[in-house]
């Protein structure tokens, strides 16, 4: 079975600072992805960032960046200068690989992380 | 370039009704999932369908819930007899392939049962 676990319920940073959020997972596959989420007070899913598990290089778009450290099965976004706009509830989130039963389709989330940005 | 639209956005439903939640995927893919999200708590998989095919719906709860995906129009996630514990935000999403890489989500229909 698959597990997200995002241990911070809510994070407070200033304006312009970076912040990380923390995610560690746990999962048997040898093949899986990790991906980040942003949902603001409006209440869509914005997709940030993927990972794969045989990525080499940590994936950056743009403000975002995936801090993955595979040994200790963990998989931190990093923000960077933040912006007011950045506030909203973010979850991390794994796809299995072809070992789950074959249900590489589902995402498994965490119980998220409400992002708070201070002017 | 629409992405997924999901209506309504908001639903009111006393108990004991029907709910019927409507999913326009992307269009081109054809792939639909749906996911329900509790207050306070990440999205949890209920349903995976293709056109006309559920191809796994091992997260819907046993009674009640069903779901559709026909060759026209949109998914439909339909509720019967609601309670209210139901009430919650239900998202769909649509991929081209299957597999959550090429995931796009809709902006979630938030059900409210009375």
């Known amino acids: 079975a698959q597990k997200i676990t995002q241990t911070q319920p809510g994070m407070f940073v200033q304006e312009k600072e970076a912040v990380t959020l923390d995610c560690t997972y746990d999962?048997?596959?040898?093949?899986?992805?990790l991906f980040w989420y942003k949902q603001p007070s409006s209440g869509e899913m914005i997709f940030l960032i993927y990972?794969?598990?045989?990525?080499?290089q940590n994936a950056t778009e743009g403000r975002y960046s995936l801090n993955f450290q595979k040994a200790r099965k963990s998989a931190n976004l990093v923000i960077s200068a933040s912006q007011l706009g950045d506030s909203a509830m973010y979850f991390c989130?794994?796809?299995?690989?072809?070992?789950?039963?074959?249900?590489?389709?589902?995402?498994?989330f965490g119980k998220g992380t409400l992002l708070t940005v201070n002017p | 370039n629409a992405g997924v639209m999901q209506n309504p956005r908001h639903l009111v439903r006393r108990r004991g009704q029907e709910a019927r939640l409507r999913c326009s995927p992307v269009?081109?893919?054809?792939?639909v999932y749906w996911y329900r999200q509790l207050p306070e708590e990440g999205l949890k998989f209920m349903v995976y369908?293709?056109?006309?095919?559920?191809?796994?719906e091992s997260g819907m709860p046993k009674e009640r819930f069903s779901a559709e995906f026909p060759k026209e129009g949109p998914s439909i996630l339909r509720i019967q007899q609601v309670v209210r514990g139901d009430s919650a935000a239900y998202f769909c999403?649509?991929?081209?392939?299957?597999?959550?890489?090429?995931?796009?989500f809709g902006s979630g229909t938030r059900l409210t049962v009375v």
């Open positions: 999962t048997s596959d040898p093949s899986y992805g």
């Open positions: 369908l293709q056109k006309e095919n559920i191809i796994d």
């Open positions: 990972q794969g598990s045989y990525d080499q």
């Open positions: 999403a649509s991929s081209h392939l299957d597999g959550p890489s090429g995931y796009t």
């Open positions: 269009k081109g893919h054809s792939h």
């Open positions: 989130a794994m796809r299995g690989g072809m070992n789950s039963g074959g249900s590489n389709y589902k995402l498994t």
